[in-house]
């Protein structure tokens, strides 16, 4: 890769690949875009567009201005937004979805990279060490276009000889991005809310088990699977990945480790129901076999490094 467009680069995930991959290929090579201005460290680090992922004429021409032969997708409507607006959700996930696939194809890009996720699990998926090849069944809007983004991303790979790829993520956890709209998202809000107040109100239950994975380990994967040899691929658009599973209880207990006084309480509301339908393990063997994905943190490392941090932004009045 030369030139590299990420598209939603102002989300949880979008923030910190951009600068990894600035970082990997270098700040000029990696162009940055979204709907709206990104954090400053991506805006003074190198190129940034405002981009509308329905705007496929826009697209186009900042393809072409930047010469791009690399584009990596992380525009979407999450899980618990998208069951508040479905019909946004699939015109951002796939009508979005279908416009940087037809502008990599007229285009001639290299490689595309757009994530898929847990969500295309439903209730009649396997819950425990969830397979790679399995039922699809989901019961969200967001799950319902992941699937279907999957299936777009290996029909262009066998109709068009593209090179599409993506990999379904867990729940990601990071210091650096505040929550956007996920199911997930309480494994997040907890520590925030563990060093502002001692104390958190989580919207699923204590034995909500679902899998999880620490922002370096996704940051990692990502750039792992854009980066692997094509050859050694037999699927392309929908990896199993894997980190760590735990319940509530279990990540409330992790902190108590590091910080004592700290409490929890449980008020579920409507997504409850929407993790209710997701795995609590998975499988992610071929992942580890074709690209050679490998994890390394587990809960109390993840824990350890994430209070660090969060302390440090708060000593500082970030947030």
Same mark, same amino acid.
């Given at each position: 890769m030369k =030139?590299? $467009?990420i598209i939603g680069c102002a989300g949880q995930i979008g923030t910190e690949l951009t600068m990894e991959l600035r970082r990997i290929y270098g700040n000029d090579h990696v162009i940055a875009s979204d709907l709206k201005e990104a954090p400053k460290s991506i805006m003074e680090s190198g190129p940034f567009e405002i981009l509308d992922i329905l705007d496929r004429e826009g697209m186009r021409q900042i393809v072409r201005k930047y010469k791009i032969?690399?584009?990596? =997708?992380?525009?979407a409507i999450l899980s618990a937004v998208g069951e508040k607006n479905p019909m946004l959700a699939w015109n951002i996930n796939m009508n979005g979805l279908i416009n940087v $696939?037809?502008?990599a194809r007229e285009e001639n890009i290299e490689r595309v990279l757009t994530p898929s996720s847990i969500a295309a699990f439903g209730p009649e998926t396997p819950v425990d060490n969830t397979p790679q090849e399995t039922i699809l069944r989901p019961k969200t809007i967001y799950g319902i276009t992941k699937v279907a983004g999957e299936l777009l991303g290996d029909y262009y790979v066998n109709k068009y000889g593209m090179d599409v790829r993506g990999l379904r993520y867990p729940g990601i956890i990071s210091h650096e991005a505040l929550p956007g709209g996920g199911t997930t998202d309480y494994a997040v809000a907890i520590y925030f809310d563990a060093i502002k107040y001692g104390k958190y109100t989580c919207f699923v239950g204590p034995q909500t088990q679902l899998p999880m994975m620490y922002m370096p380990d996704c940051l990692r994967a990502t750039i792992q699977l854009f980066q692997a040899d094509k050859s050694n691929l037999t699927h392309f658009s929908d990896f199993n990945l894997a980190a760590m599973s735990f319940t509530v209880e279990e990540l409330a207990n992790s902190i108590k480790k590091f910080i004592p006084e700290f409490e929890i309480s449980y008020e579920p509301?409507?997504?409850q129901k929407i993790a209710d339908t997701w795995p609590n393990s998975i499988d992610d063997s071929l992942a580890r076999k074709e690209w050679g994905w490998h994890h390394e943190f587990d809960l109390d490392k993840m824990t350890e490094d994430m209070l660090k941090n969060i302390k440090i932004k708060f000593d500082k009045g970030l947030f």
């Open positions: =030139n590299i $467009l032969d690399g584009i990596v =997708n992380m525009a $696939l037809e502008i509301d409507y997504r």
